[in-house]
């Protein structure tokens, strides 16, 4: 059984780094591309960026200057580190499991982050 | 960027109800487009892969068709538990993206 749980830090300050960590397990990291994904409070779905087991990244443009992602491959685990937050910034953020042209299959429960001084 | 126009954004119907909720893309996508359901306080599942090949223990009440860059995700009975909102999401090329999202509402 394929497991994902999000943890790090519930509250940020604004312009300081937001940092998250995905714990993988049922799963080689790696396999599989690794993903992150956001949803502010009543709103849609963002998606992130992944990384795959090689160190590989695909970010979305429009967090990619503030936005690194990173594996750690002996602890089954990888990370999100976005810079400069803003209240902006505030929502839920899951990390979820895909591969080439295929979905999202596995997500995590979920990891809400607010942004506020 | 490819862009997901997914409607209505609501929808009420009632248990036994056929509903059917649409997502366009912005230019082709081949047959990599996905439907997701999530609940309040739930993270998002996967029910329709691949534009309409049904996700392992999804009901056969779901079902997902394409015509060209349309798309459709097609509940034949609501039930009870179907009350959700849904979103399509398109995995052919990165930035990956989704439509707004649907609100299943009971009537």
């Known amino acids: 059984q394929v497991q994902l749980q999000e943890s790090g830090p519930g509250l940020v300050k604004p312009s300081e780094t937001l940092s998250l960590s995905c714990s993988v397990s049922?799963?080689?990291?790696?396999?599989?591309?690794w993903n992150w994904i956001r949803q502010p409070p009543g709103r849609g779905l963002e998606w992130i960026g992944y990384?795959?087991?090689?160190?590989?990244?695909s970010y979305n443009p429009s967090l990619k200057s503030r936005l690194t992602i990173s594996v750690d491959t002996t602890k089954n685990q990888f990370f999100l580190n976005l810079r400069s937050v803003s209240a902006a910034d505030t929502a839920v953020y899951y990390c979820?499991?895909?591969?080439?042209?295929?979905?999202?299959?596995?997500w995590g429960q979920g990891a809400l982050v607010t942004v506020s001084s | 960027d490819i862009q997901m126009t997914q409607s209505p954004s609501s929808l009420s119907a009632s248990v036994g109800d056929r509903v059917t909720i649409t997502c366009r893309a912005s230019?082709?996508?081949?047959?990599?487009l996905n439907w997701y359901q999530q609940k309040p306080g739930q993270a998002p599942t996967l029910l329709i892969y691949v534009a309409s090949s049904l996700q392992r223990g999804v009901p056969s009440r779901f079902s997902g068709s394409k015509s060209g860059t349309d798309f459709t995700l097609t509940i034949s009975s609501l039930q009870p538990e179907d009350f959700a909102t849904y979103y399509c999401?398109?995995?052919?090329?990165?930035?990956?993206?989704f439509g707004q999202g649907t609100k299943l509402e009971i009537k």
């Open positions: 979820a499991r895909s591969w080439e042209l295929s979905p999202l299959d596995y």
């Open positions: 990384i795959f087991h090689t160190g590989s990244t």
């Open positions: 999401q398109q995995s052919y090329n990165t930035p990956y993206s």
């Open positions: 230019q082709r996508i081949s047959g990599y």
């Open positions: 049922g799963a080689s990291i790696s396999t599989y591309y």
